[in-house]
């Protein structure tokens, strides 16, 4: 999943602090820095050749920067009229085989808030490729701390009981950097105190069932379930776990052929206090 990593650029102390996650990641990887220029027709005192050699120059310093660290990698500038540049970025992952896109979940005037930048948001949405959304630490002031620095430490790992589901959980396993998962079922539906009541015990043996088949030696495993909005149940819980990622699949049970992106998966990386990692099972690795 991590052998060749898409960022996309904007130049911004966001931008420079994926940069300085990068090394974090597990295994031999490769980048490419993706920075995209979006003009609208209306705009007319522009001169493009000069901004994309801005940009240039711009991503060569941050080039030079992951070179340091040993990491192989390649930069792109792209221009655009009036286009999404969501659809830009997947279309530069396609044509550069990226087994990862990065991003920062910036919003306007936000620094670690509950919602995505428009980008991010989209990349989300339309995305066919695996997604890291990061986000930050607020310390004192205006300062950020790093999630990244123990990515993997404490994994959390919503499940719907799908197959899709289960095969986010199987790659997450195979990451060696992994010392804990955290397995979370949400009971969302009930009319009777017995039936939620039924539906945790149910929730309970599958999640034991699943810990069975995935344990190894050294990973940590356990079970929660949770009652309740399966997206406010999951970002909570990993908040009380003091999670270091939430990662889940694009899809669950109720996936359709139309769906671009399931509601709990985006829901939970739209209002996640910690980084989401999006598997996009069932499609494009």
């Known amino acids: 999943m991590f052998q060749k990593i898409l960022i996309p650029t904007d130049f911004s102390r966001y931008s420079q602090n994926l940069l300085e996650c990068i090394a974090e990641l597990p295994g031999e990887k490769s980048v490419v820095l993706l920075h995209v220029i979006q003009r609208k027709t209306v705009e007319r005192a522009w001169d493009p050749a000069a901004e994309v050699t801005e940009a240039q120059e711009r991503i060569e310093e941050q080039k030079h920067y992951l070179e340091a660290l040993r990491i192989a990698v390649k930069t792109r500038v792209e221009s655009i009229m009036e ?43 339309y995305g066919r490729t695996n997604l890291l959304i990061m986000r930050y630490k607020v310390l004192k002031g205006d300062n950020l701390g790093r999630f990244c620095r123990s990515l993997f430490a404490r994994v ?77 149940e999951i970002s909570s819980l990993a908040d009380k776990e003091n999670a270091s990622l939430i990662a889940m699949s694009s899809h669950g049970a109720g996936w359709l052929e139309q769906m671009v992106v399931g509601s709990t998966t985006y829901e939970t990386a739209r209002m996640a206090n910690r980084p989401v990692l999006i598997v996009r099972v069932g499609r494009k690795a």
């Open 156 to 232: 959390i790992c919503p499940t719907d009981f799908s197959h899709l589901s289960k095969d986010a959980i199987l790659a997450i396993k195979e990451v060696k950097a992994v010392g804990e998962i955290g397995l979370v079922y949400v009971v969302s539906s009930g009319e009777t105190d017995e039936q939620i009541d039924a539906a945790i015990r149910n929730a309970g043996s599958k999640l034991n069932d699943i810990i069975k088949e995935i344990e190894r030696p050294g990973l940590k495993l356990k079970a929660h379930v949770q009652v309740g909005d399966a997206a406010q």
């Open 83 to 125: 286009g999404n540049i969501a659809r830009t970025i997947q279309k530069v992952a396609d044509e550069e085989n990226a087994t990862l896109v990065m991003m920062g979940a910036r919003g306007t005037g936000r620094i670690s808030g509950l919602l995505l930048g428009s980008v991010s948001r989209d990349v989300l949405r």
